[in-house]
């Protein structure tokens, strides 16, 4: 027996069809016709947290990607698929990868306890402890160190994706994407930009990660 808020979504669904269609008649044929989004948004799949709401955008201006901890990993075939269909065929103008404060996964990874399955895909952000471990041990307390792994894993994963072939080579066709690091705050709701030194970060992978020739 489906629940109260089970039927509620539903009827919130032809609600929202009816507000949407009242505004403007041709939403959904326009939507249906095809998809032009210029951002690409990776981010954590945490509630609180969703893309289109908190960058104020209706469907079809954002492509989106969510899993726990917004991990960019060369090996998860869903995340790469994602990006390499953003960027090669939807053309993204922008690659986002956005963190948030007060994120469980963070938590999770620096907690001595095994998570079973998780504990492995966290092991992504233990890494990124260890790569900044000098700079994180060496902050006050343990909030200053959750919120700058929070931010150390974003430009971590932001790496992760120029690394990819379909990025660098995209780019340097093109022009574009460029790579952006985020962190949500919940306590505020409002966006930090890390100002991730795309171009820099760019060369750097680059020399060690190129594709091309030479
Ligand atoms: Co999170």
């Known amino acids: 027996m489906p629940t109260d808020e089970y039927r509620q979504v539903l009827q919130n669904n032809r609600d929202w069809v009816a507000r949407t269609m ?16 210029d951002f690409l948004y990776i981010g954590c799949a945490d509630s609180r947290v969703p893309a289109n709401t908190i960058m104020g ?14 991990l960019v990993v060369n090996t998860d075939a869903n995340a790469q698929a994602v990006i390499q269909y953003a ?35 966290l092991g992504e952000i233990r890494d990124v402890y260890r790569f900044h471990q000098d700079e994180l041990e060496a ?20 790496a992760n994706v120029i690394k990819t072939s379909a990025l660098q ?6 022009g574009f994407p460029s790579v952006h690091g985020w962190v949500y705050d919940l306590s505020d709701g409002l966006i930090k930009d890390l100002a991730i030194p795309f171009e820099a970060l760019r060369e750097e992978v680059q020399r060690l990660h190129h594709v091309g020739p030479g």
Do not use: K, M
């Open 87 to 121: 960027v090669e065929h939807l053309h993204v103008r922008h690659v986002i990868v956005c963190g948030h404060y007060g994120c469980g996964a963070a938590h999770a990874a620096t907690e001595h306890a095994d998570h079973g399955l998780l504990h492995g895909w």
């Open 169 to 174: 080579r995209h780019y340097e066709e093109f």
């Open 139 to 158: 902050l006050p307390d343990e909030e200053a160190r959750h919120r700058r792994l929070i931010e150390l894993n974003v430009w971590e994963q932001c």
């Open 22 to 37: 009242e505004e403007d008649p041709s939403f959904f044929e326009t939507l249906a016709a095809g998809q032009s989004p």
């Open 57 to 70: 955008l209706r469907p079809g201006s954002v492509f989106v990607h969510r899993n726990v901890g917004n």
